[in-house]
């Protein structure tokens, strides 16, 4: 009960993060995810097998898979409009029920456009997911404002719709010709990270626990340990893959690992330095800079917030090590 509780009042805290610039870092810009505009372009990946690719990054993308029964759909967006938008491009391939929705992470820009799937439609997130989702509706919409920049027209009809079902480290979907694995590796960006596995495509949605190609890591929970961790068991436990479709930004693959792994280490080691020295949180972020090789590329379309993240991850790893 203790571990629920502190789950709840931590994802409550990274919200209202978005939403008070003066407890944000000096060039973290929150990820700007009003939808308006945007559009999921549909792009095959086997007969069976759909990205859904946003034409906006960082705004979500999503996907679905079409077995012989039906349809599981990855992600279901920030509202009713963008969900309606991954329904219809489901409907354009096949009329199949979709049977389950799988939501990688609890954040409101993958949850939110829970409540417009087919009431048939049985959702699954990882245990801490369904833990994140559990706070008042109003408050969720309140306190993340700030990725819409106050938009709250983005949310007005959303209405809150939890998980049916979850599972703990792993889960197998048969979807009649086509299997479809769900994964928790560990913690990253959040407690409950879910990785989506189509082994026969090698492919894999992973939600925000990577950001793409060219990104960094987004360190919410703060701890650089675990998330390497995590990222070292997924790498090896699904040593085939291939292609990967983030949550947000560009298609990547496996390469993306060793860029990662690579950058926490190098940030772990840096902050417990300056730690060691006793600099100031200021000190830190003015003397721990990004390093030439994880420089963002100018290709990314919202470059504001992938420059930002360092100076975010900085400050997380800080003051993590300030209060142990």
Avoid: C
């Avoid at 989702?133 to 819409?148: H, Q, T």
């Avoid at 060219?214 to 675990?226: D, M, T, V, W």
């Avoid at 330095?273 to 919202?302: C, G, K, M, Y």
């Amino acid at each position: 009960m203790r571990h629920k509780l502190y789950l709840i009042i931590f994802m409550t805290f990274i919200s209202l993060n978005y939403s008070h610039a003066q407890s944000l870092p000096p060039g973290f810009v929150p990820p700007a995810l009003n939808p308006k505009g945007a559009t999921l372009k549909i792009e095959p990946l086997s007969e069976n097998v759909y990205a859904l690719m946003s034409s906006k990054p960082p705004v979500d993308n999503a996907g679905f898979i079409v077995g012989e029964e039906g349809v599981l759909v990855i992600d279901a967006h920030i509202n009713g409009m963008m969900a309606q938008q991954i329904i219809d491009a489901v409907r354009s391939v096949t009329n199949k029920p979709i049977l389950y929705l799988v939501n990688t992470n609890g954040h409101a820009d993958h949850t939110f456009g829970n409540y417009a799937f087919p009431k048939e439609t049985k959702i699954i997130t990882q245990k801490f997911t369904k833990i994140m989702m559990s706070p008042d509706m109003d408050e969720r919409k309140s306190s993340n404002l700030g990725m819409i920049a106050g938009d709250r027209s983005v949310y007005k009809e959303v209405r809150k719709r939890m998980p049916d079902l979850t599972f703990n480290n792993y889960m197998e979907i048969d979807l009649g010709d086509i299997t479809v694995e769900l994964h928790h590796f560990g913690g990253g960006n959040t407690f409950g990270d879910t990785v989506v596995y189509v082994p026969s495509l090698k492919t894999a949605w992973t939600g925000n626990l990577i950001l793409g190609e060219g990104s960094l890591p987004f360190l919410l929970i703060g701890n650089a340990k675990q998330y390497i961790e995590t990222l070292n068991s997924f790498q090896k436990s699904l040593v085939d893959l291939e292609m990967i479709i983030p949550g947000h930004g560009l298609k990547t693959t496996s390469d993306i690992f060793d860029r990662y792994i690579d950058y926490l280490e190098t940030l772990e080691r840096a902050v417990t330095d300056a730690h060691n020295n006793n600099l100031t949180l200021e000190q830190s972020l003015n003397n721990i800079s990004l390093e030439e090789r994880f420089t963002i590329p100018v290709n990314l379309s919202s470059t504001n917030f992938y420059k930002g993240l360092h100076p975010f991850n900085v400050q997380k790893i800080y003051l993590e090590k300030k209060t142990n």
